[in-house]
Each structure stands twice: as C-alpha cells, then as structure tokens.
C-alpha cells in the first residue's frame, strides 16, 4: 500500500511537469506527430507530408497543400484558355475560308464568263463575216463586263494578292486592250494566240484560287473545297474543249497538234470532274438535278456522241456551221450545268461553316463559362483547402498531443504494473499467456522489519503510523533501484526483497543483498519518525540463500510469489535477529565468504523454530563501503552513521572472526 501511494503521487508530480514539457517540447512533438502520421516512408512520400506541429512545418505543408489545389486549377484554366484560343483561331480560318468561298464564287462566275468570251472570240477568228460572230463576240464581251463588275472585292485586295492584276483597273485596261485590237485587227492574230490569251489570265484566277482559300482541317469541308476547285479547273479544260470542237466542226479539220491538243483538254477536263465527285457525292447529285432540269434532253449523250465522232474522224469532216453551232450550244449548257454544280456546292460549303461557326460560337461560349466558373470557385477551393489543412494541422498537434498523454499514462501503468509483477511475467499476463511456475536453484532473500513497531503503533493514529511507513519505504524503494534485487512485498513493517529471481543473475545474488543491506541499514540511521522528532529508526534484517520456486498466484490481484523452506528460513533470520544488526545464514555466509570483501562477525549458533540449532552471522560491513556508497542528498558521512549503529556493542567490528 505504501510503495504504490509514493509511486502514485510522484507519477502525478512528473505527470503535470510532462504535460507542461510536452507543450513546450517541440522536438517530443515532431516524433509524436511523426508516429501518428506513420513514421518514416519513402523519400517521395516524405516530400508529399510535412509536419504540422512547427511554424515552418505548418508553412510549408500549407504551401503544399495549396499547391496541389492551385496547379491543377491552373492547368484547368489553361486548358479552357488554350480551348477558346483554339476554338477563335478556328472560327476565324472559317470566317476567312466563307469570305474565299464568297469571294471564289463571284471570281467562278467571272471565269465563266470569261471562258465563254474565249470561245466566241475563237469562233469569231475562225468564221466568215456572215455568221454574225461579232454579234456574239460583243455580247460575250458586255456579260464578262457585268461579271466583272459585280466581285466585291477584288483578288489582289486579299491577304493572298494577285500579283500580275493588282487591281481590278489594271485587268480591265489589259482586257480593253486586247479586245480593242481583235475587233480592229482580226487578221493579226490566230486561234492559238487567243486561247493561250484567255488561259493565261483564266489560269491566273485559277491559280489564285489555289493558293487563297484555306482548307479546313476538321469535318468533310476540306473535300468539297478540294472538289470545288476540281471542278472549277475541269469547266477551264472543258471550255478549251468547247473552243476546240467548234472550231474543227466550223473549218472541218485538225491539224495532228490541234487534235492532240484537244484530246488532252478533253481528257483533264472530264478526269477532275470523275474526280471532283469522288471527293464529294454532291457533285454527281447536283449535276444530275440541274441536267434534269434543261430543256434539251440527251445532252451529256449528244455531247459523248459528238465526242467519239471528234476523235475517230482522222481529222477531216465536212465543214459544218449549224454542227458547230450546236456543238457550241450543247457545249454551253453543259459548262452552264457544270457551273450551276459549282454554285450549289458553294453555297453547301458556305452552310456548313454556318453550322460549323454556330458549333464554335456555343464551344466559346461553355468555354468562356467554364472559365469564369473556375476563376469565381478557385478562390473559394483555395479557402476550403487552407481552412482544412489548418484543422488538420490542429488535429494533428491535438492528436499528438493526446498520444503522448496515453503514452504516458501506459507507460505509468506499466510502471505500477511493473513493481507489483516482473516485466517478464506481466508481459506473459497482458497477452493471456498462461505462467507457469519456475524453480530457482540459488536465490538470496532479504527480510526486515522495524524494531519495537507494536509499541509505536499503538501510540500513534492511523494516519501517522502511515506517515511513517511511507517515510520509511520510500526511502527504502529509492536505494533499491541501485541494486539487482526485487522487492517482493511489504506486509505491514516487514519487507522482503529476493535477488536472482525472477531474472537470474549467477552468483551475484548474494552480493546485491548484502549490499543493499549495509545500504538500508546506514540510511535508516538518518531517517527519524515523522510524528515525534529526534526519535530514530531502528531495523532488523535477516538474509539467507538457498533454492526456490517462484509463480503468479490468483487471478483477480494476482501476484508474483516465492515458494519454499529458503523463505521461512530469511523470515526466521530477521525474525531471530536484532536492531540495527543484519543477520545472515551459514548457506549466506559462505557465499559472501567465498567472494570476499566483507567483514563478518560468529554470533554462534541460535535456535530457530523449525531448524533446531542453526549458526549465523552478523554482516558488519564492505571494503570500501563508505568511498562506494552513493548516499541520498543530505545524508551523513558513513562513518558517523556506522559508529552510531554500532555504539550500543562493546566489540569493536573486525574483519572476520571464525567458527
């Protein structure tokens, strides 16, 4: 009872100065949190965490977290700024590609008729006066001017010039220019001279096509743009075609490089238009719908008929002007159709990137949302995650904090735990382990007890009589910490300690008890009764050694006991001793002997109950016992404390006297 109240209440006084500690301990801390968080892991996982118990820990795991949130909002932002960039840039190649489709569809239609103005101009030089070709020519010559006059915007304005026309004057000067001279001069020029005039400057525009209108990268537009410009090359070919068979059904013969001129037309031509509907089927579609619709029935298999009597005539038919007239009016239709074709997949490409401009426009649109949405939640993400990480960080530190408080109070009740069982044992009994009972061949055990305490009790209240033995015992307790001994129990003023169990320690035993002997019989020397001053202690302890069996007995309080005759016999050695004198057993003495370095006194031989006679002895002191002790603060010089343990005997202590 004694022992537990000075354990418990210096555990309370260490409790409070730790918790105080634990507070202030930083470092304690950190290891704390650093258990509680998982201890040591990888580098990488290190570099993730952070201890949240110290200021810089607390920044810079504050810093990582936020940036965890912050970048992946950042690229989110990105991505969405990225996406409208993306989107715009598209929606603005559309807005120019609409603007060349526009533009291109005003320029076909000039090319048209363009195109119709080189084959009048070829059947004009190659007809007589009395066909009215001139009628014709003028006429073709006022359709090209309107033509002309109704493009918007001219091809050289563009960001793709036409550096041959600049402007739309300097084409029209150079038109003048040579249409002056043909009706002037139609002698001095040549079939030949005129087509290779009107290609130069159809294959101008043509070329400009090429390079202006841009091609999207997404969706089927790209292949009507590729089938647009298909088609458009096939009616510059076909037209060539138109001049060419006009002018062989009007004069009535080819030369062998006309005639190779005008299969190569022929075949170029109609190869782009296969291949303009292979690029897109709306081609043939509207091709067929628009032919349907002309007045003249047949007309692709007049033309194909007319075609083969073109290429297997060797070159010489009879000269014909009605066959070339309605080779050149067949012909006509058939580019008018082509060019019909050409505008309706115009306007099909022009409502695709309609649609197309809508998609963008609602793309920009979620965009922009999801733009604004992330720049109005960021913040409110980074203040949720601040303000999280700033509980966890307080949970951390109140966490630790507990931790270390059930740490403590483990580790006080293992202590408790500790001084009532052994280690070993008490560890056995925490996982459930049965304990089984071990006998020791050679154990030494202490007994003692305080002189004359019947009496002193008997003067004395409760309260004081524990005082007192709380003074004594934790006194006691304290100087057994330096020894290997084990204090078995205390019942009333009798104490008993035991070395060489549970932890067996040789032949050592002997030595740790009669040390710790001398050790408690000097310090009861200085300790004095609380309740009456100046009134001392006296002790009287019996030591003996021999063989035990030591167990756990009971399960509700169960406790660590010893077992056997070598108990009784320490009990009647203290029992049968006197104050202020350590009494020791033969089997004691010899082993004390046998080490040496004690001094011994024969008491001669006591009769003891139970044993009949048995010799003993008085320990009276060590070699150098008074330069080795280490005293409590406050404790006297050995040798006064042992002149006034021994004063009351007349026998001066000597080293050993025998048997």
């Not at 009333?492 to 169990?501: E, F, L």
Request: aromatic share 8%; net charge neutral.
């Amino acid at each position: 009872m004694r022992p537990t109240r000075v354990h418990a209440e210096s555990s309370q006084v260490n409790m409070s100065s730790f918790s105080q500690a634990s507070v202030r301990s930083r470092a304690e801390l950190d290891d704390a949190v650093r258990k509680v968080l998982g201890g040591h892991r990888s580098r990488v996982v290190e570099i993730c965490k952070g201890n949240p118990v110290t200021n810089s820990g607390k920044r810079i795991q504050m810093a990582k977290m936020l940036t965890l949130t912050i970048i992946p909002t950042v690229m989110l932002v990105v991505l969405s700024i990225l996406d409208v960039v993306k989107v715009s840039a598209r929606n603005q190649v559309g807005h120019n590609v609409q603007d060349m489709i526009r533009l291109s569809t005003d320029v076909g239609k000039f090319i048209h008729y363009i195109q119709r103005e080189r084959g009048y101009t070829s059947l004009h030089i190659s007809a007589t006066a009395s066909t009215g070709s001139e009628v014709l020519l003028r006429n073709s010559f006022r359709e090209t001017n309107e033509a002309l006059e109704t493009l918007g915007r001219w091809p050289g304005e563009t960001q793709t010039p036409m550096e041959r026309f600049p402007t739309k004057e300097n084409f029209l000067l150079y038109l003048e220019d040579h249409r002056d001279s043909l009706l002037t001069s139609p002698g001095s020029t040549t079939l030949y001279k005129e087509v290779k005039f009107y290609n130069n400057v159809i294959r101008t525009f043509i070329t400009w096509l090429y390079k202006a209108i841009q091609f999207s990268q997404e969706g089927d537009n790209w292949r009507m743009m590729v089938a647009y410009q298909l088609l458009l090359t096939s009616k510059n070919d076909i037209g060539v075609e138109r001049t060419l068979g006009s002018v062989y059904y009007l004069t009535g013969e080819f030369n062998q490089r006309d005639y190779l001129w005008y299969l190569r037309k022929k075949n170029v031509g109609n190869g782009n238009f296969e291949a303009s509907k292979l690029f897109s089927p709306l081609v043939e579609s509207y091709f067929k719908q628009d032919l349907d619709k002309q007045k003249e029935p047949n007309i692709t298999q007049n033309i194909e008929n007319m075609r083969v009597e073109i290429s297997s005539s060797n070159g010489t038919i009879l000269p014909s002007a009605e066959k070339s007239k309605w080779w050149f009016d067949n012909m006509t239709v058939y580019l008018d159709v082509l060019f019909d074709t050409q505008l309706m997949l115009a306007d099909v490409i022009l409502e695709s990137l309609n649609h197309e401009f809508t998609e963008d426009i609602r793309n920009i649109s979620l965009s922009i949302a999801l733009l604004c949405a992330i720049l109005i939640i960021c913040p409110l993400i980074v203040i949720s995650v601040r303000a999280l990480v700033s509980d966890i960080q307080r949970y951390a530190f109140t966490l630790a904090d507990q931790t270390k408080e059930l740490t403590r109070e483990r580790q006080r009740t293992e202590s408790l735990l500790y001084q009532m069982i052994p280690k070993a044992v008490a560890d056995q009994l925490k996982t459930n382990t049965e304990v089984e009972a071990e006998s020791y061949e050679a154990v030494t055990i202490f007994f003692s007890d305080i002189v004359g305490f019947t009496s002193i009790s008997s003067m004395c209240t409760p309260m004081e009589v524990v005082a007192l033995l709380n003074t004594l015992y934790t006194c006691f307790d304290a100087r057994l910490e330096i020894y290997d001994v084990y204090k078995v129990e205390t019942i009333g003023d009798a104490y008993m300690v035991a070395s060489g169990v549970p932890r067996k320690n040789g032949n050592k035993h002997a030595v740790e008890v009669a040390t710790m002997a001398l050790d408690l019989a000097h310090h009861v020397t200085h300790l004095e009764i609380p309740h009456s001053p100046n009134t001392p202690f006296r002790l009287r302890a019996g030591v003996h050694t021999g063989p035990v069996v030591a167990g756990v007995v009971g399960s509700k309080m169960p406790r660590y006991c010893l077992f056997g005759d070598t108990v009784n016999t320490a009990s009647r050695m203290e029992s049968t001793g006197m104050a202020d004198r350590v009494q020791l057993s033969n089997n004691t003495y010899y082993c004390l002997k046998g080490i040496g370095g004690y001094s011994f006194e024969r008491r001669g031989e006591i009769e003891v109950k139970g044993k009949g006679l048995i010799t003993t002895y008085w320990l009276l002191n060590k070699d150098g016992f008074d330069n080795q002790l280490p005293c409590m603060p406050g404790c006297k010089k050995y040798t006064e404390a042992h002149k006034r343990r021994i004063s009351e005997y007349v026998q001066p202590p000597c080293s050993y006297v025998g048997d």
